[in-house]
């Protein structure tokens, strides 16, 4: 199991950036498949973007060219850097671990952060 703590979320205006950062505790991260999820209010959690743990990315289509999933195994560490930001990115995000990249892009995988808030307005 890996533990998963989310920072980085904030109050920004559009057009204006963001990095989410996701730090993980335990031995498995690194083996890990990862992904950024988001959930607006009264919408359905959706995912973002992913990573494998080989670092093969996968991106939603409305955030592709905007948003990059990065991550650094040597401090257990995973990055969402958000450009050009709309307020339709408001949202809490929430990343995600999982041994198997599948589960984490059919929305089910083992681990959960907590979630980070992130708004965008003026």
């Known amino acids: 199991q890996v533990q998963l703590v989310e920072s980085g979320g904030g109050l920004v205006q559009p057009g204006g950036s963001l990095r989410l950062s996701c730090a993980a505790s335990?031995?498995?991260?690194?083996?890990?498949?990862m992904g950024w999820y988001r959930q607006a209010p009264g919408k359905q959690r959706e995912l973002v973007a992913a990573?494998?743990?080989?670092?093969?990315?996968t991106y939603r289509n409305s955030i592709k060219g905007r948003f990059t999933i990065s991550r650094d195994n040597a401090k257990n560490t995973l990055y969402l850097q958000m450009n050009s930001l709309k307020p339709d990115d408001t949202a809490v995000y929430y990343c995600a671990a999982d041994g198997s990249i599948l589960n984490v892009e059919l929305g089910t995988p083992r681990d959960w952060g907590q979630g980070t808030q992130v708004t965008v307005s003026s």
């Open positions: 990573i494998t743990s080989g670092g093969k990315t």
């Open positions: 335990g031995s498995r991260f690194s083996i890990s498949a």
